[in-house]
């Protein structure tokens, strides 16, 4: 086979990371900026940053998300790339014949500049990946995949990728997504649920200010949000059931852009398409444990929600600061990283964060896409007691915007 060790012999790591999304990428800079050897492994590398297109996919993050990538050496790109969020509106206007209620919350109200930065998706992965491909303790294996791994003696993974070459290593990491294969072959369970929609995500530029403004419509089909990017440019995350979505993807362009322009009610006034709309099927899925012997899953190998309050990627980006912080801590006192002591510990360190930000995501999902009456006016009467009681709704912007146990250093900004 083409890729084989020449030699035949394992090729040996200290942790290899299955997946380059955002979150695999960031955890091996992480841990390579320190002196460890690691090896990255992806079937699907992105476009180098000068060739990468820009996509209607971004992502909102926090001040806590943000300091965990700065510490991975991207703070240049998120300085040119992000746009600050200071303003969320939501506005509920489900029912017809009752007034529309509206709520804003604002930063400067519990003393933030800006409650999140929102950043290409596509650019961000493409920064990241090559930044990984200069690093000298960094080996990529581009274009390849993972296809099995075993555990020899609990003491170590041997792993074979798709090229047929082995790689020994005391830590396997599955970063690879929501069909996780390190998840299926470490026989670690998960369940999942379908929610029958789809996101519509595209870029639009518009004629008024969007003013660091996001907006979330909250209507019985699903939530609609319109998020700020730079200059006159906003970013659409349009829910619906799976088959209008489908129906909705398959208009001509002229059609797609009336359809969206109704569906923003005119706030940004007149808008056209910077990019071609994109379908993003939901579900929920989450790994019943986060480890298994020499073995830890992050990101959404171990939990997948709906994009409804932008918590995905800053879930799993709290993943990678723990866990890197875990295997650090161990690796400067010369203990074992990948022991199931170390791992237990990085499993304790996230399992209440994802547990109330899984749960409260699907819960607020099935609230916000329901069209039955006593639960649109249980949403409509808690949102008008947020925005009337002024601790309720100081406690919610907080409380949304970050866990308030185990923050750990590199979420606050400090250094690894
Ligand atoms: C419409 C939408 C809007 C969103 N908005 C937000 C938001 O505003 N804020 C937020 O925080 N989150 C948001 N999210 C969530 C966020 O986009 C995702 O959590 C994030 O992109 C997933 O990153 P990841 O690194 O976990 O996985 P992925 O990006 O899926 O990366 C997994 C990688 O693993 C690789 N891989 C798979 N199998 C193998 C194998 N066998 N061997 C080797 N490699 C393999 C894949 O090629 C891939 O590159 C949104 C999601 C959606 C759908």
């Known amino acids: 086979m083409a890729g084989k060790n020449q030699s035949d012999k394992p090729l040996k790591t200290q942790i290899l990371i299955i997946g380059a999304g955002i979150a695999g990428t960031t955890l091996a800079l992480l841990l390579a900026d320190k002196g460890m050897s690691i090896d990255l492994v992806d079937p699907y590398p992105p476009e180098s940053p000068a060739k990468t297109k820009l996509t209607g996919r971004t992502v909102a993050l926090m001040q806590t998300s943000l300091n965990v990538l700065k510490a991975a050496g991207l703070s240049e790109f998120l300085e040119q790339h992000g746009t600050k969020m200071k303003k969320m509106r939501i506005i509920d206007d489900s029912i017809s014949d009752q007034p529309v209620i509206e709520s804003e919350f604002e930063a400067s109200d519990i003393g933030l500049e800006y409650f999140s930065k929102n950043i290409p998706n596509c650019p961000l992965r493409s920064h990241a990946y090559a930044a990984a491909k200069k690093h000298k303790n960094i080996t990529i294996h581009e274009g390849e995949s993972l296809e099995d791994f075993t555990v020899e003696q609990g003491l170590r993974v041997l792993a074979t990728l798709s090229s047929g070459k082995t790689i ?21 369970k998960a369940s999942q649920k379908k929610y029958g929609q789809s996101a519509i995500t595209c870029i639009i530029n518009h004629s008024r200010s969007h003013e660091n403004t996001s907006t979330e419509f909250h209507r019985p089909s699903g939530p609609f949000a319109l998020v700020p990017l730079q200059g006159n440019q906003s970013a659409v995350v ?89 295997i650090i801590d161990a690796y400067r006192l010369g203990q074992d990283y990948g022991s199931e002591t170390i791992l237990k510990s990085y499993a304790s360190r996230r399992s209440l964060d994802i547990q109330t930000r899984f749960f409260g995501v699907d819960k607020m999902n099935s609230i916000v896409s329901n069209d039955i009456k006593p639960l649109k006016d249980l949403r409509r009467n808690a949102l008008k007691l947020v925005d009337r009681v002024t601790p309720i709704k100081t406690f919610a912007m907080k409380h949304g915007l970050a866990p308030t146990l185990d923050t750990g250093r590199l979420m606050a900004g400090k250094s690894l």
């Open 168 to 188: 020994k290593t005391p830590l396997i990491i599955g970063a690879d997504g929501r069909g996780s294969l390190v998840r299926k072959l470490s026989g670690i």
């Open 238 to 326: 349009w829910v619906e059931s799976h088959e209008r979505a489908e129906e909705l993807i398959k208009l001509k362009k002229q059609d797609f852009t009336e359809a969206l322009q109704n569906k923003t009610n005119n706030i940004l006034g007149g808008i056209t398409l910077e990019t071609n709309p994109e379908m993003w099927p939901l579900c929920a899925i989450k790994a019943k444990s986060l480890t298994a012997p020499r073995t830890a899953l992050i990101a959404e190998a171990a939990h997948v929600m709906s994009p409804i309050t932008a918590q995905g990627l800053n879930l799993s980006l709290r993943d990678v600061a723990s866990l890197a912080e875990t």
